[in-house]
């Protein structure tokens, strides 16, 4: 959907995990597989891709850090289908490239950091 941020993969997630009790929907998250094209990141923010990544790995994304300028931009889309931990590890790669890791900080947050700092942050 050309101009929107993510809608295909927002609307996946959420269609996907409606009605779930929390503790069916920490279920899915562990085994979820994305189709082709589910995560389809066309030049985004890593900010906004961040909100997805945190959702994946069952969190909410801290949106008190304070990063200053310094977010990028990726583009991704996946072509075959994906475990939740290949997706994963495909958005922590994108995030690493661009000197980022999504760290947890409670058992549903997760902040957003630059890596040199990413240890101080715990």
Known sequence: MSGS???????????????????ERAVFIEYAFMPPGTLNFPTQSIWRVAVIYAALLGRTLDTNAALGGRLGWVSFKNQTTLSREEASYALE???AWQGFKLIPVDKNLARLVPIADSDSHR
């Open 5 to 23: 941020f993510c809608e295909s993969t927002e609307e996946w997630i959420i269609r996907q995990a409606q009605g779930l009790l929390p503790e």
């Open 93 to 95: 790669t994108l995030f």
